[in-house]
């Protein structure tokens, strides 16, 4: 009898061990595989560049706001110059498995071509461009600069006394030339008997030559600057020493020199980098372009706060902006 009392003691304590490891009712546990949503993006120059590569960084952080850290991280490799560095950067993050690698740049792009088919199970991205070189794990996205930059150049043209619009650009290609560009034509269907000199520099970086082409515009009468890429540092420094206006674009560099910063087109680049990333969860790699554009969001006129822009200035700006996103300005001549 005894024996038998034990024997349902045992028994009753087995089952509720077995309950309390989830042998029956509903099954608690979870997926441990299942983490974060990661990030990795490699970058030409500094996260704190006031313009290219911040721009795409603080995309990224405003993503990372809005889901949070613990569910989606960001790492990057800035500085990137050299072409061999980032492709090298590029295939490791694809190594290790990141859900999406950012190309940012669009001299990566052969490097992406040939790496991306290697990977068949990671997106990638690059910009900016259209092209995803036919390929179903690559993203392509382009800024439309010359929209905000035709906005600029008509606020560029109003402010003008001399008639005289310098352009610091980097080299003539992708948004940059896209910026440029619109810029000259907001200035133009402004004031059509304007003077809009761009000098090229051939390089993204080169802060010294951005500042020497600032100066030769300076000297040629312009009262008015812009410029596009990372290099522009150099370009306001040399439009702050002498009292000339600048417009920027890409990232806001109204904390650079705020006294002659009149706007800035901003890049907002979480809006596509965002469409990308509902695609990759949902199983769609790649494939398909995006754009940045006024209407979208992912362009924005910030005007800097601490500049007093006269009201025919502000309405003028809001009527491009209107005509643009309408459809009845061509931002592009």
Known sequence: MKKMQKLLVLLLLFGVLLAACGGGGEDTTTDESAGPFRVAIVMPSAITDLAFSQSAYDGLKLIQDDRGAENFEIVYSENMFVVDDAAAAIRDYASQGYDLVIAHGSQYGSSLQEIAPDFPDTAF?????VDTFGLDNIFAYEARAEEGGYVMGVMAAMLSQSGVIGVVGPIETGDAKLYVDGFTAGVLATAPDDQVNANWIGSFSDTALASEAAQTHIGAGADVLTGTAQ??????????ENGVLWFGTQSSQTSLAPGIVVANQVYHWEVVF????????SGTYGGQSFEITLANGGLVIDYNPAFTLPADVTTAAGDAIDGIVGGSINALP
């Not at 150099?234 to 702050?240: D, M, N, S």
């Open 125 to 129: 991205a690059w910009g900016t461009t």
């Open 231 to 240: 290099m522009v540092v150099g370009a306001i420094g040399a439009a702050e």
């Open 274 to 281: 965002t469409e990308m990333i509902d695609l990759i969860e």
